[in-house]
């Protein structure tokens, strides 16, 4: 038997549990909405008619990411033991209620957030959950951090990007960094397909979704925060990226050289910062592996970022691949840094 053909189980045979941290879920009803959208074309989001025109439709990928996506239960849970997940980190699938109108988006996160509850008190050993919020209204936003952090058990707050071309360095988002800031919730940024200051170009050539335009979406909104200052405004404040860091570990020391010549140039829209862009990667944010599950790409996260900072993720039910999760299992590291890898680091930044 190879490394690639042994069984996956869960229950930490290898010495270690693997949980993954970046799951993704959709209500029934949120699907509803998606797929009434589609037909009526009521919200203006070229993006979405995308990304869920194809999710939307009858191949036979698209159909088995229906069926997945909106269970929480049986079919869910055969899947992890297919696979030797042990828990999921389940959060709200992109773009969540992001694009919808601010009074409809309040009571359908309110509406996510109570089925997920649901479903982690009825497998609280395999299921843990992330706040869905409609950033559109704010308060109403921090509110539903705070709700799902005190009184459901969550154990972080899912963004997916952008929220009608606006990004969390806003300062009209304050509430929202606040609260997760003081609840000491992570605050995962999931990708969505580019804003429409960004789209045109991606959609000519059909890269506007995770094969290439969910990557410059997430990691521009990432690097906005940081060149924007909000984590010297918020220095406790936790940021979760997936996918290796939405390329941006890859261009630190460019980032850093040209941020500073920049500062220092008095180029308009920028401004000094307390430490050098790359130095919050050691402070406030934190990497998942999801749909990124190859060796070189992965060390090269964990030597430069550390092994405290990059954690497993598989991208359910996106990337649901078994031999992914072998790879992962054969990384050419320490049994201790291993479980960091899959375990330790997301016990402890999601306070599980």
Same mark, same amino acid.
């Given at each position: 038997?190879?490394?690639?053909?042994?069984?996956?189980?869960?229950?930490?045979?290898?010495?270690?549990?693997?949980?993954?941290?970046?799951?993704?879920?959709?209500?029934?009803?949120?699907?509803?909405?998606?797929?009434?959208?589609?037909?009526?074309?009521?919200?203006?989001?070229?993006?979405?008619?995308?990304?869920?025109?194809?999710?939307?439709?009858?191949?036979?990928?698209?159909?088995?990411?229906?069926?997945?996506?909106?269970?929480?239960?049986?079919?869910?849970?055969?899947?992890?033991?297919?696979?030797?997940?042990?828990?999921?980190?389940?959060?709200?699938?992109?773009?969540?209620?992001?694009?919808?109108?601010?009074?409809?988006?309040?009571?359908?996160?309110?509406?996510?957030?109570?089925? %997920?509850?649901?479903? &982690?008190?009825?497998?609280? $050993? =395999?299921?843990?959950? +992330?706040?869905? /919020?409609?950033?559109?209204?704010? !308060?109403?936003?921090?509110?539903?951090?705070?709700?799902?952090?005190?009184?459901?058990?969550?154990?972080?707050?899912?963004?997916?990007?952008?929220?009608?071309?606006?990004?969390?360095?806003?300062?009209?988002?304050?509430?929202?960094?606040?609260?997760?800031?003081?609840?000491?919730?992570?605050?995962?940024?999931?990708?969505?397909?580019?804003?429409?200051?960004?789209?045109?170009?991606?959609?000519?050539?059909?890269?506007?979704?995770?094969?290439?335009?969910?990557?410059?979406?997430?990691?521009?909104?990432? %690097?906005?925060?940081? &060149?924007?200052?909000?984590? $010297? =405004?918020?220095?406790? +404040?936790?940021? /979760?990226?997936?996918?290796?860091? !939405?390329?941006?570990?890859?261009?630190?020391?460019?980032?850093?050289?040209?941020?500073?010549?920049?500062?220092?140039?008095?180029?308009?829209?920028?401004?000094?910062?307390?430490?050098?862009?790359?130095?919050?990667?050691?402070?406030?944010?934190?990497?998942?592996?999801?749909?990124?599950?190859?060796?070189?790409?992965?060390?090269?996260?964990?030597?430069?970022?550390?092994?405290?900072?990059?954690?497993?993720?598989?991208?359910?039910?996106?990337?649901?691949?078994?031999?992914?999760?072998?790879?992962?299992?054969?990384?050419?590291?320490?049994?201790?840094?291993?479980? =960091?890898?899959?375990?330790?680091?997301?016990?402890?930044?999601?306070?599980?």
């Amino acid at each position: 038997m190879t490394d690639m053909e042994y069984p996956l189980r869960a229950g930490g045979p290898r010495g270690y549990l693997r949980i993954a941290t970046e799951e993704a879920f959709c209500p029934p009803s949120l699907m509803r909405r998606f797929l009434q959208v589609l037909e009526d074309k009521s919200i203006d989001d070229p993006g979405f008619y995308s990304l869920w025109g194809f999710y939307g439709g009858d191949s036979e990928r698209a159909r088995l990411l229906r069926e997945r996506i909106q269970d929480l239960g049986d079919l869910r849970i055969r899947d992890m033991d297919a696979t030797g997940i042990d828990r999921q980190i389940i959060s709200i699938t992109c773009p969540g209620v992001q694009m919808f109108p601010s009074d409809e988006a309040v009571g359908m996160a309110i509406e996510a957030n109570d089925a %997920l509850s649901e479903a &982690v008190q009825k497998y609280p $050993d =395999r299921f843990s959950g +992330l706040t869905t /919020v409609a950033p559109q209204d704010p !308060e109403a936003a921090a509110r539903e951090i705070q709700r799902g952090a005190s009184q459901l058990g969550f154990k972080g707050v899912m963004v997916n990007s952008h929220t009608q071309n606006r990004y969390l360095d806003d300062p009209g988002f304050s509430p929202i960094l606040e609260a997760a800031e003081e609840c000491g919730a992570a605050l995962y940024i999931h990708p969505n397909t580019p804003s429409k200051q960004l789209i045109p170009a991606f959609l000519e050539r059909g890269l506007d979704g995770a094969i290439y335009g969910f990557g410059v979406e997430t990691g521009l909104h990432l %690097l906005r925060m940081i &060149v924007a200052g909000v984590f $010297d =405004r918020y220095p406790n +404040l936790k940021v /979760v990226v997936g996918h290796l860091g !939405e390329a941006l570990p890859f261009w630190m020391k460019r980032i850093d050289f040209m941020h500073g010549a920049s500062v220092r140039s008095g180029r308009i829209g920028t401004q000094r910062l307390d430490r050098k862009p790359s130095e919050y990667f050691q402070s406030n944010i934190y990497v998942t592996t999801s749909g990124m599950p190859w060796t070189d790409n992965i060390m090269y996260c964990l030597n430069v970022l550390g092994s405290d900072r990059v954690m497993y993720a598989m991208d359910y039910p996106y990337q649901y691949i078994a031999d992914e999760v072998r790879e992962q299992d054969n990384l050419p590291i320490s049994l201790r840094d291993k479980k =960091r890898f899959f375990q330790t680091n997301a016990e402890k930044v999601f306070n599980l």
